[in-house]
């Protein structure tokens, strides 16, 4: 069984924000949501780098461990996935997540929070696979199609890489040898420390 | 005997200072921890290339909110590891212990008694506002100490009993009630502060009460108190200042990344050598406040326990001072013999016969 996960390689990265705005348009993510952002570090600077981030769909996921209603799952290749139907929107995964992933749409009083939105992979969430009450509460569900995620699809630098842990990781260690750099593979032992 | 008495005091107080001087580690161990996170993390072989990164570094971004700049926050680790372990962990033993403690309690020392007979003469303990105030505090806090233990134990108690869907409904109304009990809760604090300060201020009557020990160990000796004693007087602080934090706190979490208070706590604190870290992330002070709400309002419910407990079935004619207002002037003479010596000018009949006529048949 495959394990999916992200890889962005820094070096190729070049800011175009096109993840961005494929995952905004594929999901129909709502005004002030953000499931992936990609940030400039050293902006200007020598050295500078930018890297794609969302959900990394981590291995001992902190967001699961902390949700006092439970509401996540990890499917057998390892995407975090959560049920929109338990989620009372308290906060609490933002505050345990390392990567910034959970969103809350705006609601009720005092910047009171909604249901918890984040990258689920393109892999949709509990509702029926493919379905319109899918879609709507979670975006599509393109693993059900046989696809991967668009915002690496669409990559134009193929910089951002999403799929079977070893296939990705393959890649990009034929890049490194290739090039004869490589600036880590961002994230993963935060996200993967327990499964290596 | 009355070494045995000693001895249980002494248990009882060790147990009381050990609970509090966990808390105090918990939360200067969490804030020295969330704040300095980045000597906790150990640094591997497979790096992730920028150390300051991992460390929270902020990056630059073009969503209009600076935190989606900071690509990884490892604080958040700890934060779970702090609230899922040592505050869970603490909050369940310092309770259940708390619960122990008033069973063998009562199982020893049972109700304790009204010494001699009542004298069917009521005395006024708390008129109508102080009961309303007294009792909406109660109500807010019973309802906000239910739903805030829900959030950290009903995922483990409940889910398995109702299931997720049942569990989920009961737990979003709970935030919600939670969210909105909580300004009854701060107004009752208002209100008993101006209320009874000024009867709650230590005097040397206390060191002679807390000498004796309340009377709570035996009939003989009961000590003399005001209006409150000393262990009321304590009950109205820490009430006070633990409401005001637990307030403060909560009002942080209801308005995330508004309304910041440890960097500025900190920078006080640090005037007295405490050397905490003062420049906060938004992110750090939510995980601050978070910890620190749950801590406080553990501490709050443990104490709770024992304030209902001899409100309620420890001590014969304690539940009618709150319930109805009055007590037996018996009753006063016994728990507040300098207060009820004033009081007794106050003396109220619920008919019309003259107190002495009633005395003299009493």
Known sequence: ?196 | MSQLLRSFLAAVGLIAALAAAGYVAVIVGAATVIGQSETGIEESARSDGWRGVRSGTAGRVSIPDPQAGILIQSEGEIWRSIRNGPVTAAGAWSMFVMLILLAVFYAWRGRIPLAGKPTRREVVRFNGIERFAHWMTAASFIVLALSGLNLLYGRYLFIPVVGKEAFAVITEAGKFLHNFVAFPFMAGLILMFALWVRHNVPTRVDLQWLRLGGGLLSDRHHPAAERFNAGQKAIFWIVILGGVSVSLSGVALLMPFAFPIFGKTFVFLNLFGFGLPDMLTPMQEMQLAQVWHAVVSLGLIVVMFAHIYIGTIGMEGAFQAMGSGKVDAAWAEQHHSLWAASAEESVTDDDSVPVAAREGQG
């Open chain 1, 1 to 196: 069984m495959a394990r999916m996960k992200f890889l962005c390689d820094a070096d190729r990265c070049i800011e175009c924000n096109a993840c961005v705005t494929a995952c905004k348009n594929e999901h129909e993510v709502p005004w002030g949501v953000n499931r992936r952002r990609v940030v400039t570090i050293n902006d200007g600077q020598p050295g500078e780098r930018s890297i794609s981030t969302a959900c990394m769909h981590c291995s001992d996921a902190p967001c699961m461990a902390v949700c006092p209603v439970d509401c996540f799952y990890q499917t057998d290749e390892g995407v975090v996935l959560h049920d929109k139907d338990l989620c009372i929107g308290c906060g609490y995964c933002f505050y345990a997540c390392p990567f910034g992933a959970p969103q809350y749409p705006q609601a009720g009083n005092f910047g009171g929070r909604g249901k918890m939105d984040k990258c689920t992979f393109c892999a949709g969430g509990p509702k029926e696979d493919g379905s319109e009450k899918e879609f709507a509460l979670y975006g599509r569900n393109r693993l059900a199609e046989g696809k991967l995620p668009l915002c690496a699809e669409m990559c134009s630098t193929k910089a951002l890489l999403a799929g079977d842990a070893d296939t990705v990781s393959d890649i990009y260690r034929e890049r490194v040898t290739a090039r004869g750099f490589g600036g880590g593979v961002w994230g993963w032992n935060t996200a993967y420390e327990s499964d290596t």
